[in-house]
């Protein structure tokens, strides 16, 4: 049955079979939980709103009409979730300034070379989280889950030239904070 496809799952869920929507929680769980997590940045919140998305969604499985993938709906449900989560915590950010010097070329490619996997997602977390809400959500959705740019849109409601244009400018304002950050992090190993 793990070869079955969303669609087959939602229809012998809906006729009573409840214990095959684990199928879909172990096929989505992944995704749904780096969603949240690029969007909240905390582990604990990430977790409860993976968990509150697929209950939301399992009570929901009536009024899915089959009009996107189940894949595009799930996102939906947890980006809303997650930020309607961000939204109630409001959560008190200060604004670190970095006063890196530009006096000398930083050989990015040669750098993260070096680094470990690990720490390779470490620096991209911390680029990432520099990064505004609507260019990191693309990003996530875009290179994590995989997402083309139609359904990004249906997904965050904005439009694919607008989404290509935060894809754009994410990519760029994510090499500029991992270049920095890479760069402060050699000056400390120094």
């Known amino acids: 049955m793990n070869n079955a496809t969303d669609i087959e799952i939602i229809r012998i869920v809906l006729a009573g079979n409840t214990e095959m929507y684990s199928l879909l929680v172990n096929r989505y769980k992944n ?3 780096s969603l949240a997590y690029a969007i909240v940045s905390n582990r604990e919140d990430a977790e409860e709103i993976a968990q509150d998305a697929f209950v939301k969604a399992f009570k929901g499985l009536p009024s899915f009409k089959e009009r996107s993938s ?8 947890v980006v809303n979730t997650a930020l309607n989560k961000k939204k109630l915590k409001k959560l008190v950010t200060v604004e670190a300034t970095d006063q890196i010097k530009q006096n ?9 070379a070096y680094l470990k996997t690990d720490d390779q997602k470490k620096f991209i977390r911390m680029a990432l989280d520099a990064l505004n809400e609507q260019e990191k959500l693309c990003l996530t959705l875009f290179y994590l889950n995989e997402l ?3 359904e ?12 290509k244009v935060l894809l754009l400018r994410g990519r760029k304002h994510l090499h500029e904070q991992l270049k920095k950050l890479l760069k402060s992090e050699v000056k400390n190993l120094i």
């Open 104 to 112: 000398e070329p930083l050989d990015f490619e040669s750098l993260t």
């Open 152 to 163: 990004i849109q249906e997904i965050t409601r904005i439009s694919e030239s607008n989404i």
């Open 148 to 150: 083309s740019v139609k």
């Open 31 to 33: 995704k749904v939980f």
């Open 70 to 77: 189940f894949s595009t709906w799930m996102y939906r449900i």
